[in-house]
């Protein structure tokens, strides 16, 4: 049920025929080994910053907890300390020096966050607590600061707050960079080596300190086993634009030091040891060179959404995770007209906490840049195992506890989904849309609870979004049939045109077979797409669509003459929508598109689409 994800890094193309979550953000949220291909081992993971890299790996699998603790002798106390503060000195200069490099480079806000650790630097209770190990206990530097950092994170990684949580992370930063430090070839340890052009860190967990070597030169790609994608490394990594995929389970165990990998951030892939051919191919791909968040507008995209005789067409974006809203931004679309929620829910199997997705959804706003937001609650079904929505798989997953069904079965994952969504909208244009609705109760009951988790905000005397839009999804046969009751009842529709063809026509669009057949609107599904355009212009609803075969170029004529005006595009695919578009006159679609509907089977509307396409190249 969740949508698209496109190709954005320039590599060669791949379009998800299907919607559903395993297809497309479990893939992007749970990293699976896959059996080996001609193109290498393929792992996958989250994007927490898109972009596509060829080089090698650099491992990062430093573990403070492997640091043992040994002793010095007494008279070697003084010099441990005196190592220490050098060390520290030596750590504040470079994070001054990285901070004074990026000015400019970065949003003032996330360099600040470098504040911070500059800031342990100076920890009264960090430098006496390391400071006490050694004097007291005459602990070797190393494994003090080991032991203290280990201590911290320990502790707050108990908590409930996301914010301790992240406290800990950026200590256990600042450590490693004072070890670091510590590191001098004549001792017998490995200095910190000059990190190459072609350098794809991989390492346990997403860091800072280990998107720089000592002299502040920046790695091209990061790849973590661990990480969120709220957290300052995360943060930072879009901001540098470094491509970075967390989430990739077994990675370290799946790659050695100095394999030639291809980081296709973008599609939450890295490729290992790929052959000869496919390498060549994402050369040229990264020759190419694809747009980057920073750039201006391409000028492909600057063209006006309308058909070739003029007719307006309103695109906006469909997103499934942050990079896609900041690159539909640098495309100058100016919505993100869906925005699936379900990535923050993939990734772990226990819920998000509220926090987290507060600052989630509030980057998402961020990312936006002041365009309206529509956020599509959480739309999973028990196929998916989140054991907090569905214990156990159920018989039939796409019929069963899915959607706003799901989340109506277990209230309090809807109501924090839903709070969160108020705290994080204050000030922004935000809409909610509910998916997999079958009738006007649903979307009674969502706003009921809305009101209820206004209340407990204001109890509790925090700000929220005061008036929202709320929205349906219409994709199943109930909801087509009751169009009428629900478009009177909400703010908005959105159409799921893969999903309404899946149900009405009972087939399965993961099966190869079947699937082929929906490539092509159904002439039944036509005629709702027109019943649903006449009463969405009745009730003054906007009403937009989504989905594969709703930017299918030999779909996109007939829809337009069904009347749909609205359609919500992945920004990897806008530049190839836009080229059916400019192609369409919309004078000749309306008569084709009700010749298509009145069709009585499927081969006759296949037999009009060939043909019009046909008249159309003559």
Same mark, same amino acid.
């Given at each position: 049920?969740?949508?698209?994800?496109?190709?954005?890094?320039?590599?060669?193309?791949?379009?998800?025929?299907?919607?559903?979550?395993e297809a497309s953000e479990q893939a992007a949220a749970t990293a699976v080994p896959e059996q080996p291909l001609p193109g290498g081992r393929v792992l996958r993971g989250a994007t927490v910053s898109p972009g596509l890299v060829l080089g090698r790996v650099h491992r990062k699998d430093y573990d403070l907890n492997r640091t043992g603790a040994?002793?010095?002798?007494?008279?070697?106390?003084?010099?441990? $300390?005196?190592?220490?503060?050098?060390?520290?000195?030596?750590?504040?200069?470079?994070?001054?020096? $990285?901070?004074?490099?990026?000015?400019?480079?970065?949003?003032?806000?996330?360099?600040?966050?470098?504040?911070?650790?500059?800031?342990?630097?100076?920890?009264?209770?960090?430098?006496?607590?390391?400071?006490?190990?050694?004097?007291?206990?005459?602990?070797?530097?190393?494994?003090?600061?080991?032991?203290?950092?280990g201590d911290f994170d320990r502790i707050f990684r108990l908590v409930e707050s996301e914010t301790l949580r992240q406290s800990a992370v950026d200590l256990r930063d600042v450590g490693i960079r004072v070890l670091r430090n510590l590191e001098r070839p004549d001792e017998g340890g490995d200095a910190e080596p000059r990190l190459g052009s072609?350098?794809?860190?991989?390492?346990?967990?997403?860091?800072?300190?280990?998107?720089?070597?000592?002299?502040?030169?920046?790695?091209?790609?990061?790849?973590?086993?661990?990480?969120?994608?709220?957290?300052?490394?995360?943060?930072?990594?879009?901001?540098?634009?470094?491509?970075?995929?967390?989430?990739?389970?077994?990675?370290?165990?799946?790659?050695?030091?100095?394999?030639?990998?291809?980081?296709?951030?973008?599609?939450?892939?890295?490729?290992?040891?790929?052959?000869?051919?496919?390498?060549?191919?994402?050369?040229?791909?990264?020759?190419?060179?694809?747009?980057?968040?920073?750039?201006?507008?391409?000028?492909?995209? $600057?063209?006006?959404?309308?058909?070739?005789?003029?007719?307006?067409?309103?695109?906006?974006?469909?997103?499934?995770?942050?990079?896609?809203?900041?690159?539909?931004?640098?495309?100058?679309?100016?919505?993100?007209?869906?925005?699936?929620?379900?990535?923050?829910?993939?990734?772990?199997?226990?819920?998000?906490?509220?926090?987290?997705?507060?600052?989630?959804?509030?980057?998402?706003?961020?990312?936006?840049?002041?365009?309206?937001?529509?956020?599509?609650?959480?739309?999973?079904?028990?196929?998916?195992?989140?054991?907090?929505?569905?214990?156990?798989?159920?018989?039939?997953?796409?019929?069963?506890?899915?959607?706003?069904?799901?989340?109506?079965?277990?209230?309090?994952?809807?109501?924090?989904?839903?709070?969160?969504?108020?705290?994080?909208?204050v000030g922004a244009n935000l809409r909610i849309a509910v998916p997999f609705v079958t009738d006007c109760g649903c979307l009674r009951r969502v706003r009921e609870i809305l009101f209820e988790e206004r209340f407990e905000l204001r109890k509790s005397g925090e700000d929220y979004l005061a008036d929202v839009d709320v929205g349906v999804v219409?994709?199943?046969?109930?909801?087509?049939?009751?169009?009428?009751?629900?478009?009177?009842?909400?703010?908005?529709?959105? $159409?799921?045109?893969?999903? %309404?063809?899946?149900?009405?026509?009972?087939?399965?669009?993961?099966?190869?077979?079947?699937?082929?057949?929906?490539?092509?609107?159904?002439?039944?599904?036509?005629?709702?797409?027109?019943?649903?355009?006449?009463?969405?212009?009745?009730?003054?609803?906007?009403?937009?669509?989504?989905?594969?075969?709703?930017?299918?170029?030999?779909?996109?004529?007939?829809?337009?003459?069904?009347?749909?005006?609205?359609?919500?595009?992945?920004?990897?695919?806008?530049?190839?929508?836009?080229?059916? %578009?400019?192609?369409?006159?919309?004078?000749?679609?309306?008569?084709?598109?009700?010749?298509?509907?009145?069709?009585?089977?499927?081969?006759?509307?296949?037999?009009?689409?060939?043909?019009?396409?046909?008249?159309?190249?003559?």
């Amino acid at each position: 049920m969740a949508e698209e994800r496109g190709s954005g890094g320039g590599a060669p193309a791949h379009e998800e025929e299907s919607e559903t979550p395993e297809a497309s953000e479990q893939a992007a949220a749970t990293a699976v080994p896959e059996q080996p291909l001609p193109g290498g081992r393929v792992l996958r993971g989250a994007t927490v910053s898109p972009g596509l890299v060829l080089g090698r790996v650099h491992r990062k699998d430093y573990d403070l907890n492997r640091t043992g603790a040994e002793r010095v002798a007494r008279d070697e106390v003084d010099q441990e $300390l005196n190592r220490f503060r050098s060390a520290l000195d030596d750590s504040r200069r470079q994070l001054l020096d $990285l901070k004074e490099r990026l000015t400019g480079r970065v949003p003032e806000e996330d360099a600040r966050i470098l504040d911070t650790h500059i800031a342990y630097l100076r920890d009264s209770v960090f430098i006496a607590d390391v400071e006490e190990l050694i004097l007291g206990e005459q602990m070797r530097l190393d494994a003090a600061i080991a032991k203290v950092v280990g201590d911290f994170d320990r502790i707050f990684r108990l908590v409930e707050s996301e914010t301790l949580r992240q406290s800990a992370v950026d200590l256990r930063d600042v450590g490693i960079r004072v070890l670091r430090n510590l590191e001098r070839p004549d001792e017998g340890g490995d200095a910190e080596p000059r990190l190459g052009s072609d350098v794809v860190l991989v390492a346990k967990e997403l860091s800072i300190v280990d998107m720089f070597d000592l002299t502040n030169e920046q790695v091209r790609g990061i790849v973590a086993e661990e990480g969120a994608l709220t957290s300052h490394a995360a943060i930072f990594a879009r901001s540098m634009s470094i491509p970075t995929l967390i989430g990739v389970e077994g990675v370290l165990d799946a790659v050695s030091e100095g394999d030639f990998v291809i980081l296709d951030a973008t599609e939450g892939l890295l490729r290992v040891e790929p052959d000869e051919v496919v390498r060549a191919q994402y050369t040229c791909a990264v020759e190419e060179g694809p747009v980057g968040i920073d750039s201006a507008v391409p000028e492909w995209a $600057l063209r006006p959404s309308r058909t070739r005789d003029g007719l307006e067409i309103e695109l906006a974006a469909s997103c499934g995770n942050l990079p896609e809203v900041e690159q539909a931004r640098a495309f100058g679309l100016e919505a993100i007209g869906l925005y699936r929620t379900e990535l923050l829910y993939l990734i772990d199997k226990a819920p998000p906490s509220r926090e987290s997705l507060v600052q989630h959804y509030s980057s998402v706003i961020g990312a936006a840049k002041g365009a309206p937001v529509t956020f599509r609650l959480l739309n999973v079904d028990s196929s998916v195992g989140l054991p907090y929505l569905h214990p156990e798989k159920e018989r039939n997953p796409s019929l069963g506890l899915a959607g706003i069904r799901a989340l109506l079965a277990r209230p309090a994952v809807l109501r924090r989904q839903l709070q969160a969504l108020l705290v994080a909208g204050v000030g922004a244009n935000l809409r909610i849309a509910v998916p997999f609705v079958t009738d006007c109760g649903c979307l009674r009951r969502v706003r009921e609870i809305l009101f209820e988790e206004r209340f407990e905000l204001r109890k509790s005397g925090e700000d929220y979004l005061a008036d929202v839009d709320v929205g349906v999804v219409i994709e199943t046969p109930a909801a087509m049939l009751g169009i009428g009751d629900l478009a009177a009842e909400s703010d908005f529709l959105l $159409l799921n045109l893969d999903s %309404l063809q899946q149900f009405l026509l009972a087939m399965d669009r993961d099966d190869a077979e079947q699937g082929q057949q929906l490539e092509t609107v159904h002439p039944f599904v036509l005629r709702a797409v027109k019943k649903a355009s006449e009463v969405a212009e009745r009730e003054a609803r906007p009403l937009s669509v989504f989905g594969v075969a709703a930017r299918r170029a030999e779909n996109l004529p007939f829809l337009i003459g069904a009347g749909l005006r609205r359609f919500c595009v992945p920004p990897a695919d806008l530049r190839g929508f836009l080229d059916s %578009l400019a192609a369409i006159d919309s004078r000749t679609v309306v008569e084709a598109a009700l010749a298509a509907s009145r069709s009585s089977c499927a081969e006759e509307t296949r037999s009009l689409v060939s043909d019009y396409h046909h008249g159309q190249r003559r």
